[in-house]
């Protein structure tokens, strides 16, 4: 199994930054997507952004110009630089990891535990 740790969450104020960090660890791979997500009180939960093991990025039509994800996939780590915060980014952010199994060629999805972002003065 593959646990996900995230770390960096907290309260900043609105126009301040913040960067995420989520390492992996157990059966995973270089070549899994990894990603963030993000759940508001009463909203779905969505995704932020993700980035292949190729370096392909996706964002939110929300966080485009002002979130930035990366990897550092020798450490199986994954990162996410926020600026320009709005009070609309507070929420739990969730770490994802996604691919297929080298060996046993299943498909494994795998979440962390969340951290709270709090955006507000």
């Known amino acids: 199994q593959v646990q996900l740790v995230e770390s960096g969450g907290g309260l900043v104020q609105p126009g301040g930054s913040l960067r995420l960090s989520c390492a992996a660890s157990g059966r995973i791979f270089s070549s899994y997507t990894m990603g963030w997500y993000r759940q508001a009180p009463g909203k779905q939960r969505e995704l932020v952004a993700d980035?292949?093991?190729?370096?392909?990025?996706n964002y939110a039509d929300s966080v485009k110009g002002r979130f930035s994800i990366s990897r550092d996939s020798a450490r199986n780590t994954v990162y996410l630089q926020m600026n320009s915060l709005k009070p609309e980014d507070t929420a739990v952010y969730y770490c994802?990891?996604?691919?297929?199994?080298?060996?046993?060629?299943?498909?494994?999805?795998?979440w962390g535990q969340g951290t709270q972002v709090t955006v507000s003065s």
């Open positions: 994802n990891t996604n691919g297929r199994d080298r060996y046993t060629y299943n498909w494994e999805n795998y």
């Open positions: 980035i292949t093991s190729a370096g392909f990025t």
